[in-house]
């Protein structure tokens, strides 16, 4: 990832509309900032999130809070709890995720 073009600066990420996006179970709340190509969300999981799709986009993510459960296209399963991340390329391996008590992560892509 090449990083160019952009100035310091910081979020307030409380001061950053929401959207929501529908799982096949509950809601993801997303807080997005754009820097050039480069993606940056502070999304929230409610209770009971399942996702409607398989992704196949690169992401680092970092688990703030709760729990959150992945599922690779081959079946594995990992879980993130605080502190916790993962980083997969694009096109690398189909992934989605749940969370039944909820969960807060801070996603780059």
């Known amino acids: 990832m090449q990083m160019s073009g952009i ?24 807080r997005t900032r754009q820097f050039g190509p480069i993606r940056v969300r502070m999304v929230e999981y409610t209770p009971g999130y399942r996702a409607d799709h ?7 993510l970092l688990c703030l809070e709760g729990v ?3 599922e690779l296209g081959d079946g594995r399963r990992v879980t993130l709890t605080p ?3 993962y980083q997969v390329a694009d096109g690398a ?11 807060t992560l801070f996603i780059v892509d």
């Open 7 to 30: 100035p310091f600066g910081i979020t307030d990420w409380s001061q950053v509309e929401r959207t929501e996006h529908e799982g096949e179970s509950g809601l993801a709340t997303w």
């Open 54 to 60: 398989w992704c196949d986009k690169g992401h680092i």
């Open 83 to 85: 502190g916790m991340s």
């Open 93 to 103: 391996e189909p992934h989605r995720s749940c969370t039944e008590a909820g969960a």
């Open 68 to 70: 959150l459960h992945t």
